[in-house]
């Protein structure tokens, strides 16, 4: 059980999804490894139990950064929590991981909300605001050979997110979906969704998708080859 304060995103399917495919998948073992979103930290005490060498978790949110704190302290498990905007808090360090539950969830507006609970589930009109930011600049902080992995709901695109993290220089992959019941957030969207052609009739479900993404090993080029083979046994 985690705590939780008041406005802080719960653990829901989402979250159990991604945990459960770092687990199967074993990315976590010996890797430095950044959860960016962390709400209360589920994914990153998930990562640090998976034996990741070191966890950072970092949100946006006063409140999840509080809980996230204690819920590591807790669990007795070491994870440095930070606050800020994405990878503003890290971008001077790189990481073998990083995981990634943000807000997806198609809204009214683009205007997402700063100090209310919806931030932590709005993702702007095509609920692609966060993710787009986060494909865009997570080959930033990630290192060579890295791993990315990205928990969504397909309502905001699947083919969007593999499309912009191949420009980005990623090979990516769909490699878990599981269906997930309307929550409370979905049923007060439910028309409004309806009316975009999002739902199909008598649909009650969303999907979730996990996506997997990496970024190649940067080999030394022929001309460092044979500079180094050059150098190799010289006296200066």
Known sequence: MLLRLPGTYPAQGDTHLLTRTLV??????????????????????????????????????HRAVLTARANARLARVRVQVRRGDLFEPVRDRRFGLVLANPPYVPAATDRLPRHRPGRSWDGGIDGRAVLDRICEGVAGVLTPGGCFLLTQSTLAGEEPTLTRLAENGFSAAVVARAPEPFGPVMRRREAMLRERGLLGPGQEHEELVVIEARLPVVLPSVAEQCGRAEGFGSVV
């Open 24 to 61: 199967e998948l074993d990315l976590a073992r010996g890797r430095d490894v950044l959860d960016v979103c962390t709400g209360g930290g589920a994914v990153a005490l998930a990562a640090a139990r998976a034996a990741a060498r070191t966890v950072t978790a970092v949100d946006l949110s």
